[in-house]
């Protein structure tokens, strides 16, 4: 399963999208995670590309709640049948 690492986040967001650009997953819960699947099913191996956006707790200078923006690669492949890994290849 695909998850983020994150502490005092006020707003999260973060979309998996295929190689050809098609969102497939998309979660606003950081607790959560994308577990391989696509409408259910398991999803295709390869590359996978994601996106977060998220705001902190923390504050700019101005006072402002900071902003996040993180995207990178994850490449899903299976070891077995039932049985797979995510493995994140990036993080920008």
């Known amino acids: 399963e695909f998850r983020v690492s994150f502490k ?3 707003k999260f967001n973060c979309q ?4 050809w ?4 997953y998309e979660w606003s819960d950081p607790t ?3 577990a391989g ?3 259910g099913s398991k999803a295709s191996v390869g590359p ?3 996106i977060i956006e998220a705001t902190g707790t923390d504050r700019n200078s101005d ?3 900071k902003a996040y923006r993180r995207k990178g690669n994850i490449n899903l492949f ?5 049985i797979f890994s995510l493995y994140l290849l990036r993080n920008c």
């Open 8 to 10: 005092s986040l006020s």
């Open 16 to 19: 998996v999208f295929n190689r």
């Open 21 to 24: 650009g098609t969102k497939v």
């Open 32 to 34: 959560t995670g994308w």
């Open 37 to 39: 699947t696509v409408n």
């Open 48 to 50: 996978y590309y994601y």
């Open 63 to 65: 006072g402002s709640y």
């Open 78 to 82: 299976r070891r077995h049948i039932h």
